[in-house]
T-cell receptor, first 110, second 112 residues
Framework: KQEVTQIPAALSVPEGENLVLNCSFT??????LQWFRQDPGKGLTSLLL?????REQTSGRLNASLDKSSGRSTLYIAASQPGDSATYLC?????????FGAGTRLTVKP | NAGVTQTPKFQVLKTGQSMTLQCAQD?????MSWYRQDPGMGLRLIHY???????DQGEVPNGYNVSRSTTEDFPLRLLSAAPSQTSVYFC???????????FGQGTRLTVV
């Protein structure tokens, strides 16, 4: 059974700092990995999707990497802003199943 | 520009009552799914559908029922609500099971 772990559970940084969020998974037989953002009381917004054959994806200040063999992904956020404060979730897809981590709650302080 | 729409946003039920959570998407997506989100845990898959007329169980299907009569709609039925079903429920859709997923805003359900 696929298990997805995100460390740390919570992170607080000053504005402007570069930061890395971590995601690990136990079964490397995945089709893709997605990073989502969730604001309090809201739904999930897809940030980046990395196919299993890819190593990384970039969107603006966000960069996500995938090392399928070691079961790890990182989400790099450059020059963090208070508006980046949210919970970030990673999810891995295999067959008809998407498994989520519990998320990292990020707070960026002005 | 609606995307995935869930209704209601909030609901309080008494133990034993039944209800249906509605989910509709306007993107012509074949794949739709229901998740529940509990504190400190990731989203867990309840049921999913790969197209109209086809549904299957996810990780935590007990106590829930689904049907898919149209491409657009994928309602989730709670047959006899229990306090353990207190959660936030999310509906998602995508072109396929392993493509980018789009989520609704969620339904916060409390069973007392």
């Amino acid at each position: 059974k696929q298990e997805v772990t995100q460390i740390p559970a919570a992170l607080s940084v000053p504005e402007g700092e570069n930061l890395v969020l971590n995601c690990s998974f136990t079964d490397s037989a995945i089709y893709n990995l997605q990073w989502f953002r969730q604001d309090p009381g809201k739904g999930l917004t897809s940030l980046l999707l990395i196919q299993s054959s890819q190593r990384e994806q970039t969107s603006g200040r966000l960069n996500a990497s995938l090392d399928k063999s070691s079961g790890r992904s990182t989400l790099y956020i450059a020059a963090s802003q208070p508006g980046d404060s949210a919970t970030y979730l990673c999810a891995v897809s295999s067959d008809n199943d998407m498994r989520f981590g519990a998320g990292t709650r990020l707070t960026v302080k002005p | 520009n609606a995307g995935v729409t869930q209704t209601p946003k909030f609901q309080v039920l008494k133990t034993g009552q039944s209800m249906t959570l509605q989910c509709a998407q306007d993107m012509n997506h074949e794949y739709m799914s229901w998740y529940r989100q509990d504190p400190g845990m990731g989203l867990r898959l309840i049921h999913y559908s790969v197209g109209a007329g086809i549904t299957d169980q996810g990780e935590v299907p007990n106590g829930y029922n689904v049907s898919r009569s149209t491409t657009e709609d994928f309602p989730l039925r709670l047959l006899s609500a229990a306090p353990s079903q207190t959660s936030v429920y999310f509906c998602a859709s995508s072109t396929g099971a392993v493509t980018e997923a789009f989520f609704g805003q969620g339904t916060r359900l409390t069973v007392v």
